[in-house]
């Protein structure tokens, strides 16, 4: 009996520099499978817009995989079902793929999946596909690695593929047909790898020329920040060609004859920032990778205890609605339920806000956040989450004032009244606190508070002097400090002593 080898795609919806299929193309009898994984797709943290962008990249590599000469073969179901099921009709000997870390519920089907591929005599060959080392005994070199790993050969597009012409391919499916709502927000990106390449372009020669000055606003951050989440998140693009062709891009620029020009030099600064995101996006999977349970518990279990008992699920519905009274709080919750994105630096604020001006435990606007970021990337979120919630102790405190993000970040509300047309009126000044409005200038300007706009639900000096209390009344106790000490050396940055994760 003549054996197939099998490439299982998850996150890594794409044809370049993907080790597992090129390898396997090399062998007759190669079949590529996508599986809709009922458990996955059954979690609280999965939603329409990720179901909208993975369909997007299937329906690109489907393409791509059929202009090589074979074809994407779908199914839907449980993994080692699926697996057994194809095995019985089309016998396979390998089974090849990426490495992933994701969430708890993708983390026990990965181990499901190997573990049936060991019972049935089948091999399991797992590639690395960014910088996050499985099995890592220390951080020490970790950056090392990382850099090792970045600087490594593009694998090429196999030049073509021969697949068994005998197996049903399956369907891409619609979301209603695994109970999900199926609108499709415009302003998303639309996934998949030719428009991964699309707009890693349009940032290194236009859009990140200012990147580094204007990450941090929402006002300008939409169109200076590369936007290469999503696609790094669904694999759409490896982030070993993303970091090899920004290196390009300096290079090109460094061996101009104008190196002194402001402008160059804006472009070279832009893309040494960028660089070191890349670095940070691996980092902080690594974090997850090497202790699977920050999904659900402090990454410090000095903080356990803080916050918990203390939900109030009133404050919780303001903020989700975005109905704080906040304005620029407010604005960025609408950006996310109509885009999916939204910059570091509110993303930072968003965080900050539930956990100290709201005393809100992570783990539910964590779930909710997840839902609402096309990206979500479960490595990457659940540290960002926590440190931005002070559970880590190893990170500074930053408690965001959302008066002063707007006032830094959007003073003339350009980003602000696009999302809350209710302050269309109100002069710029009022911005940041438009509960401060006198009586006669609220009914002057069409925004009456408690009418058109809500009052603030916190006070925000208040709020923050007693989070700011709590919190530092646990970091400065001799317990904690030592637990801190074994959080930094299991998942603390050696680079130097710059902490990651600012912008
Ligand atoms: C609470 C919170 C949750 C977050 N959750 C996610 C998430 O689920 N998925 C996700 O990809 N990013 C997450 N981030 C990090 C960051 O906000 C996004 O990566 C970034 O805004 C994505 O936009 P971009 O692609 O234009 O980034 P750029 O600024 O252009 O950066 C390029 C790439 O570097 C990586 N990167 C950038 N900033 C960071 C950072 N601070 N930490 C780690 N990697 C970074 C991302 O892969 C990003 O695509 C989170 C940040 C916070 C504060």
């Known amino acids: 009996m003549s054996y197939?080898?099998?490439?299982?795609?998850?996150?890594?919806?794409?044809?370049?520099?993907?080790?597992?299929l090129y390898q396997a193309s090399k062998k007759r009898n190669c079949i590529c499978l996508f599986i809709y994984d009922e458990e996955t797709i059954h979690t609280d943290d999965f939603d329409t817009r990720h179901f909208n962008f993975l369909n997007q990249s299937l329906i690109d590599l489907r393409k791509k995989l059929n202009e090589l000469g074979s074809n994407l073969i779908i199914r839907r179901g449980k993994c080692v079902e699926v697996f057994r099921e194809l095995h019985n009709k089309h016998p396979f000997d390998t089974i090849w793929a990426h490495q992933e870390t994701g969430n708890w519920i993708?983390?026990?089907?990965?181990?499901?999946?190997?573990?049936?591929?060991?019972?049935?005599?089948?091999?399991?060959?797992?590639?690395?596909?960014?910088?996050?080392?499985?099995?890592?005994?220390?951080?020490?070199?970790?950056?090392?690695?990382?850099?090792?790993?970045?600087?490594e050969k593009i694998i090429p597009t196999p030049s073509s593929i021969h697949s068994p012409k005998n197996i049903d391919c399956g369907q891409i499916l619609k979301p209603s047909e695994f109970n999900l709502n199926s609108t499709t927000n415009t302003k998303e990106l639309v996934g998949g790898e030719s428009h991964a390449r699309q707009c890693l372009e349009t940032f290194l020669r236009e859009r990140g020329k200012n990147y580094q000055k204007e990450m941090s606003s929402p006002v300008t951050a939409f169109d200076s920040c590369s936007r290469m989440s999503s696609y790094l998140t669904f694999?759409?693009?490896?982030?070993?060609?993303?970091?090899q062709a920004s290196k390009e891009r300096a290079n090109q620029i460094r061996s101009k004859k104008s190196k002194s020009?402001?402008?160059?030099?804006?472009?070279?600064?832009?893309?040494?920032s960028f660089q070191s995101r890349l670095r940070w996006h691996c980092h902080f999977i690594q974090k997850l990778e090497d202790?699977?349970?920050?999904?659900?518990?402090?990454?410090?279990?000095?903080?356990d205890g803080l916050r918990e008992g203390a939900f109030n699920s009133e404050y919780y519905e303001a903020w989700l609605k975005g109905q704080t009274g906040y304005p620029i709080i407010d604005a960025c919750m609408r950006a996310l339920k109509d885009g999916g994105w939204i910059n570091f630096r509110m993303r930072a604020?968003?965080?900050?806000?539930?956990?100290?001006?709201?005393?809100?435990?992570?783990?539910?606007?964590?779930?909710?956040?997840?839902?609402?970021?096309?990206?979500?990337?479960?490595?990457?979120?659940?540290?960002?989450?926590?440190?931005?919630?002070?559970?880590?102790?190893?990170?500074?405190?930053?408690?965001?004032?959302?008066?002063?993000?707007?006032?830094?970040?959007?003073?003339q509300g350009i980003f602000i009244k696009s999302y809350l047309p209710e302050l269309?009126?109100?002069?710029?000044?009022?911005?940041?606190?438009?509960?401060?409005?006198?009586?006669?200038?609220?009914?002057?300007?069409?925004?009456?508070?408690?009418?058109?706009?809500?009052?603030?639900?916190?006070?925000?000096?208040?709020?923050?002097?007693?989070?700011?209390?709590?919190?530092?009344?646990?970091?400065?106790?001799?317990?904690?400090?030592?637990?801190?000490?074994?959080?930094?050396?299991?998942?603390?940055?050696?680079?130097?002593?710059?902490?990651?994760?600012?912008d």
């Open 4 to 20: 197939s080898q099998l490439v299982w795609f998850k996150k890594d919806l794409r044809i370049k520099d993907h080790s597992p």
């Open 106 to 151: 993708s983390y026990q089907r990965d181990l499901k999946v190997l573990s049936w591929a060991k019972e049935t005599g089948i091999q399991y060959r797992e590639f690395y596909q960014n910088g996050v080392v499985r099995k890592l005994h220390t951080r020490d070199g970790w950056s090392r690695i990382w850099n090792q790993r970045m600087n």
């Open 235 to 243: 694999g759409n693009i490896s982030i070993k060609e993303v970091y």
């Open 261 to 272: 020009n402001p402008e160059d030099k804006g472009w070279l600064k832009s893309l040494s």
């Open 291 to 303: 202790e699977p349970e920050i999904e659900y518990q402090n990454i410090n279990r000095a903080y």
């Open 349 to 411: 604020m968003l965080v900050s806000f539930t956990s100290y001006h709201l005393w809100l435990h992570w783990k539910k606007p964590a779930i909710e956040l997840a839902r609402l970021f096309t990206d979500y990337e479960p490595g990457i979120h659940y540290s960002q989450i926590q440190m931005q919630a002070g559970v880590t102790g190893i990170n500074t405190v930053r408690i965001y004032s959302p008066i002063k993000q707007v006032i830094d970040q959007d003073p």
């Open 424 to 502: 269309n009126s109100i002069p710029d000044h009022h911005l940041a606190e438009p509960h401060k409005m006198t009586q006669l200038e609220q009914s002057m300007y069409g925004c009456v508070i408690g009418k058109n706009y809500p009052k603030p639900i916190v006070d925000h000096s208040e709020a923050y002097r007693g989070a700011r209390d709590r919190i530092y009344s646990i970091k400065k106790m001799k317990s904690t400090k030592e637990e801190s000490k074994k959080v930094f050396l299991k998942h603390g940055s050696r680079k130097s002593n710059r902490r990651p994760a600012r």
